[in-house]
């Protein structure tokens, strides 16, 4: 299936409001959870000194879920969209955990027009992460750019993504089963999502061609891309 870029930003509120209230904990439990074990197999403990960046941070799930994970570490989520920025300070600020969200802010910014010298950033990142941001993204090497910019040496970068399905009528059935439980908003910003999303073979390539050689690309079952390692 030839791939269908889609708007970056998600700017209109009811497309916010049907995202927000969505249930993706598990497969953000499970985000978490492959990042921390990617990090344990490393070696590498997250402390004080450390700062994670989420790129495309939407409602702050993955944010919040960071935050409280490695408390000691300083977690800021990054959305070019006003309102998806408003509605993830809303719900740290409602959240029943937000005592444990204080190590957590957030910034509204385009992530191209972000650098790490950025005097909101204050510290290098030692780790960068993004989930369901790189189909958004319209050009692949606007991505790649924006996490070569954020990231030193020894930055830790780990992006997951969905997956192109194959053909149209994979795509359609993905939707079918999104919309019984979801509404039309949702499930039709789902299915745009799908057509827009890269398949394997085109951030590997990317990465092969663009001597980004410390990065490698993991299928993660039959929906889902992990892009990890150091840049
Ligand atoms: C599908 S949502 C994912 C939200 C969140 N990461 C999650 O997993 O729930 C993608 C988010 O990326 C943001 N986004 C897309 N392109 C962006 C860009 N160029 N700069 C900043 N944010 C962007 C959108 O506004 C949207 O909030």
Known sequence: ME??????LMEEKEQVISYDAAD?????????NQINHYL??????????????DLGCGPGNISEKLAIKWPNTEVVGIDGSKEMILRAEYNKNISTNQKKLKNLRYICSDIKDIKSNNFLLKKRISLLVSNSLIHHITNLKDFFNTIKSLSCNDTINFHKDLKRPLDEKSALELKAQCSTKYNDILTNDYFASLKASYTFKELKNFTLENDLLSLDVFEDGDKYLIVYGNV
Not at 3 to 8: A, Y
Not at 24 to 32: A, C, L, Q
């Open 3 to 8: 791939r269908v870029p889609e708007p970056e």
């Open 24 to 32: 993706f904990s598990e497969g953000e439990v499970n985000f978490i």
């Open 40 to 53: 344990l197999r490393k070696n590498i403990s997250l402390g004080e000194k450390d700062l994670i960046v």
